[in-house]
């Protein structure tokens, strides 16, 4: 099988797929289907597709497989034994369980046509098989949709707790997170299947047990199962590199100011849903809005904005949006023609109306929360504690950041885990801790420093976060920060897996600190020096946007000659990522 006319590309792939299940194969086109999904595939589909969108392709019911007795619309007493269920739902013994026991006790649809989300253990196969007595089934197959398209070069798996399955892989409580280390390497999988590629070069951070085992298990993956074997180009082909958050843990604690990294930091943005609910001047119909780059070309066009671009941007919006409805509203309607033109072009009206009214209520929260929170002196310190050593300097702003008001107990806390990264060799960290409990910061947050220490600290993370003081290591920053035209105080950071991109294409990436799978690399030329032209990173703990808009603007940068996709367990923000830090039991 080829990959060269499939784009590395998460959203269309996964489109792709939801296309043939919604719009149903030669089996079951041109029928009223109802669709049912388990908690994962919901956000899969809703990530590619809108309500609207599915109900217009002959699905009568979107349900929840797991909630047989209710289901939206109304429809629960209505008899559906003349409709056919399509069902799309993960390779689980549990969603298994769920459709065996409909098939065998009481089946409520005419016909079933089942598609699993990942590979499908042929145990399971038999249990289907078993229970599937009055022959309703009429097909079974696996489709590669295990993974959220955020957007078309970042990806999630949706996974939580991998912090601490990280910490604990490769000691002996490692399999209390099995079930989670399992949904890292089918996520992973389904990604390479998704995407028709199979890796020339399969390597990982050296100082992470956990990526050494995820890289390690997959190439045995690849190696026994021809479904993975796609056809390699010649040159350089794909590098698979597993990283690890632990490498970095300074990119998940700053202030973000793109667009889609400043909603998930200061307002969470969970499966492309923004909760206003709460905040000021903000209408009923706008407590919950949907942010979806599939969906929104606003903000696809925007989301990796600073916040600076965005204010215009809107700005331009809302001047375009008046100026349109202004020459509607002074359009003739004196005949019945102009009448129902003008009813046809309601809805989009309705629906463009809409969508302005949320970008100006989203960015009208992201403003007073800037203001309410001081975030703009906040986020100056922290990237001078991300990108400089001055200590004497960093510790009087600290104490005086610290003892601050206006400054809030979250970002205190943030700032002080900053510091104790940075200094933890130096500083006297039992003061900071002091000084942070005197300016109102509970003792657990105080403690998550000893925790943070423990976690990504320099004993416990991989080289490069502070320590890449070289000429050359200042010279690509120097280059990457004028080329993305962002040299100013907010936006000085570069997350560490840049430097890691950067280093792959100049052929320096060392089996020191990125071994290669042994087996897995077939490039003609040596490991070490190749140049992969793809390069899919999969980051055990998670990624955040601050990191996809940097691998979004490389690609840009790179103009097809070489394109990066970004996967993690979950993209986090500051605060999902101190949560699951607590749950580490360092």
Known sequence: MSSSNHS??????????????????????????????????????????????????????????????????????????????????????????????????????????????????????RVLAESDRTERVRQVKEIYAD??????????????????MTVAAGTSWAPKYA????????????MLLALKRQPSCIRYAGHSACAEELAKDMHDAIQADEIFHFRRSNAGGL????????????????????YQAMVHELLGLNNHRVIL?????????????VLAASQDDFFHRNRHSNFGELGEAIQKLLKEYQSQTA?????????????????????????????????????????RLVEVCSLMDVSQFEQELACSDDHNTHWRELMDKLGSNAVKVPDKLR???????????????????????????????VDLVNVMLRYGGAK???????????????????????????????????????????????????????PIVPGSCTTRLHGDTVVPEEIIIFMVGGVTYEEGTKIAEFNIQMKGRVHVILGGSTVHNSTSFLDELRSTSL
């Open 8 to 125: 590395l590309d998460g959203i269309a792939a996964i489109r792709q797929y939801v296309d043939r299940i919604v719009h149903g194969d030669e089996k079951c086109r041109g029928s009223m289907k109802v669709l049912l999904l388990d908690a994962v595939t919901t956000q899969v589909v809703s990530s590619v597709y809108s309500q609207t969108e599915i109900l217009n392709q002959q699905v009568y019911l979107v349900s929840r497989l797991d909630e047989t007795g209710s289901h939206t619309n109304g429809s629960a007493s209505v008899s559906k034994s003349h409709l056919k269920a399509v069902v799309f739902c993960r390779p689980t013994q549990n969603n298994v369980n769920l459709i065996a026991k409909e098939l065998s006790q009481h089946p409520r649809f005419l016909e079933y046509h089942i598609f699993f989300s990942g590979i499908l253990p042929s145990g399971l196969v």
């Open 147 to 164: 993974f959220l398209p955020v957007n078309e070069d970042l990806t999630s798996l949706q996974c939580r707790n991998t912090l601490a």
């Open 179 to 190: 079930a989670q280390y399992e949904r890292n390497i089918q996520g992973l999988q389904s």
């Open 239 to 258: 590098l698979l590199l597993v990283l690890d958050r632990r490498d970095d843990p300074v990119t998940p604690l700053l202030s973000q100011w793109t």
């Open 277 to 289: 609910r709460g905040a000021p001047n903000v209408t009923k119909d706008l407590e919950e809005v």
């Open 327 to 367: 020459n509607q509203s002074s359009a003739s309607l004196n005949t019945i023609e102009d009448m129902q033109n003008f009813m046809d072009k309601f809805p989009e009206l309705r629906s463009r109306s809409h969508n302005v009214s949320k970008h100006v209520a989203i960015m009208g929260e992201l403003a």
């Open 415 to 445: 700032l002080g885990l900053l510091y104790a990264l940075r200094y933890e060799t130096s500083a006297n960290i039992h003061m900071v801790q002091s000084a942070m409990g005197k300016g109102g910061v509970p003792q657990d947050m």
């Open 460 to 514: 416990s993370r991989g080289p490069g976060l502070f320590g890449n003081h070289d000429l050359m290591s200042k010279m690509t920053k120097n280059f990457m920060t004028s080329v993305q035209g962002v040299e100013n105080v907010y936006a000085q950071h570069v997350p560490l897996i840049m430097d890691t991109v950067q280093t792959v294409m100049k052929g320096k990436l060392t089996t020191r600190t990125h």
